[in-house]
């Protein structure tokens, strides 16, 4: 993703847009394509870094490190593939308006 055309998006849009690949990530994890998800979790991040350079805050940070945790370690916030998809269907509401 271009960064400049990443930064001309709203939040909303971008945070969407990171749900979307996440939910892939999801997907393929829930289907055991490890290639596949390792594929969409490398675009994710790359996402939370892109909107991270534009509006550094801590929320955006711990968020970089829950999915880490959840898909790359063990999962010590004990974070739901459910709660991560509820966190960001509110972003994807918001971003359709």
């Not at 990171?18 to 939910?23: P, Q, V, W």
């Not at 892939?24 to 998800?37: A, G, L, M, N, T």
């Not at 870094?49 to 370690?73: M, S």
């Amino acid at each position: 993703m271009d960064r400049e055309r990443w930064q001309k998006l709203s939040f909303h849009q971008q945070m969407g847009n990171i749900g979307s690949e996440i939910g892939r990530v999801i997907h393929w994890h829930e289907k055991k394509d490890e290639k596949s998800k390792e594929d969409a979790l490398w675009r994710a991040l790359e996402l939370i870094d892109l909107t991270i350079l534009g509006r550094p805050n801590k929320e955006l940070f711990r968020l970089r490190e829950v999915v880490c945790d959840l898909f790359l370690d063990k999962n010590n916030y004990n974070v739901t593939l459910e709660w991560l998809k509820n966190y960001f269907m509110d972003f994807a509401i918001l971003a359709q308006k």
